[in-house]
């Protein structure tokens, strides 16, 4: 069984790859009529690049770990952020909005995309903590047993 903070970190990379089609698979983005083909090309960009983004943290967690144990947990936190970090700064980018103006008022108010944001990159956080802790303890035990 993976320890606690790489469990969180699957758990993300899982929801990481996925959620971008469970959130946008429907009639306010890939169906809706209102959407410019391009606009849709570049959902279909951003759903992609989670999916990508996850299978590469997954893949570093569980296939191909670095062989620094620190270093593969600084690069697999920074692959589950990249997303969100992202999501959270394309609000900054002139005209654009988080959300189309007729599904305004639903569940997170204006930009509901931060609070998600805002609750993943904390998981990354716990789960960072918690292995670098496992770690520390790790090497603590490598430099008593020499």
């Given at each position: ?5 790489q ?5 993300i ?5 996925t ?15 209102r ?10 960009q ?5 999916l990508?983004?996850g299978g ?16 593969n947990?600084?690069v ?18 002139p ?10 008022g639903g569940?997170?108010?204006?930009f509901?995309?931060?609070y ?19 770690i520390?303890?790790?090497e603590?035990n ?5």
């Amino acid at each position: 069984m993976p320890p606690p903070g790489q469990l969180l970190h699957a758990l993300i990379a899982v929801l990481t790859a996925t959620l971008g089609f469970i959130a946008d698979w429907n009639h306010t983005h890939v169906y809706n009529p209102r959407w410019p083909p391009h606009a849709k090309f570049h959902n279909g960009q951003t759903m992609s690049t989670g999916l990508l983004l996850g299978g590469t943290a997954l893949f570093h967690l569980f296939v191909r770990p670095l062989a620094n144990p620190r270093d593969n947990l600084n690069v697999v936190s920074w692959i589950l952020c990249l997303n969100y970090v992202a999501q959270v700064s394309a609000v900054f980018y002139p005209g654009s909005l988080p959300i189309d103006p007729e599904f305004a008022g639903g569940p997170g108010g204006a930009f509901p995309q931060a609070y998600g944001a805002a609750v993943l990159v904390g998981v990354v956080g716990v789960g960072y903590w918690l292995e670098e802790a496992r770690i520390r303890r790790l090497e603590g035990n490598v430099v008593k047993a020499k």
